[in-house]
T-cell receptor
Framework: DGGITQSPKYLFRKEGQNVTLSCEQN?????MYWYRQDPGQGLRLIYY???????QKGDIAEGYSVSREKKESFPLTVTSAQKNPTAFYLC?????????????FGPGTRLLVL | KNEVEQSPQNLTAQEGEFITINCSYS?????LHWLQQHPGGGIVSLFM???GKKKHGRLIATINIQEKHSSLHITASHPRDSAVYIC?????????????FGKGTKLSVKP
């Protein structure tokens, strides 16, 4: 079955710690995205990648980093510089980063700070 | 900057009722997305439309480009329709595939 997987489902971070959220897709999509969702707010774009070895900052990139070494993988690292990391993180992909392309979402990772 | 407003924020209905969720946006767009977020958090794309109307089962999405408005209708609503429904449009001036999302409409259908 084609789709997007995210792991882990829940992640706990201690203060000062970097944590990495995994996102893998087997849809052969070029474009991938990371979103953050907070209660009562719309999804906000953290980073996106239009093609392997390339990525761009979204609206709220501060305190986050990404890599895109393989087409199918787009991990997100939440660094200690992100002062309010508690949120629901969603990864998505689309065939291309163009208008009128459907984005397919993973099941999400909920990050909690200890 | 494109803004996306959804109404209502919360909606409670009885099973079988006809549901309407509204989405307004502030600048011209070429496509609008409707998404469904399940209670567990997973998001599914329902529709992408640029004009007129699309129908899938009991779901109908309409868009009026001139009025910058879209509606999502659910006919014969069922408790399994309970979810958050999200409208999204392309970001103005941004990378073409990037979206800006509404805050969502939380629908609860009671049996």
């Amino acid at each position: 079955d084609g789709g997007i997987t995210q792991s882990p489902k829940y992640l706990f971070r201690k203060e000062g710690q970097n944590v990495t959220l995994s996102c893998e897709q087997n849809l052969n999509h070029d474009a991938m995205y990371w979103y953050r969702q907070d209660p009562g707010q719309g999804l906000r774009l953290i980073y996106y990648s239009q093609i392997v070895n390339d990525f761009q900052k979204g609206d709220i990139a501060e305190g986050y980093s990404v890599s895109r070494e393989k087409k199918e993988s787009f991990p997100l690292t939440v660094t200690s510089a992100q002062k309010n990391p508690t949120a629901f993180y969603l990864c998505a992909s689309s065939r291309m980063n163009v208008v009128a392309e459907t984005q397919y979402f993973g099941p999400g990772t909920r990050l909690l700070v200890l | 900057k494109n803004e996306v407003e959804q109404s209502p924020q919360n909606l409670t209905a009885q099973e079988g009722e006809f549901i309407t969720i509204n989405c307004s946006y502030s600048v011209g767009i070429s496509a609008l997305h409707w998404l469904q977020q399940h209670p567990g958090g997973g998001i599914v794309s329902l529709f992408m439309l640029s004009s007129g109307k699309k129908k899938h089962g009991r779901l109908i999405a309409t868009i009026n480009i001139q009025e910058k408005h879209s509606s999502l209708h659910i006919t014969a609503s069922h408790p399994r329709d309970s979810a958050v429904y999200i409208c999204a449009v392309p970001i103005e001036g941004g990378s073409q595939g990037n979206l800006i999302f509404g805050k969502g409409t939380k629908l609860s259908v009671k049996p």
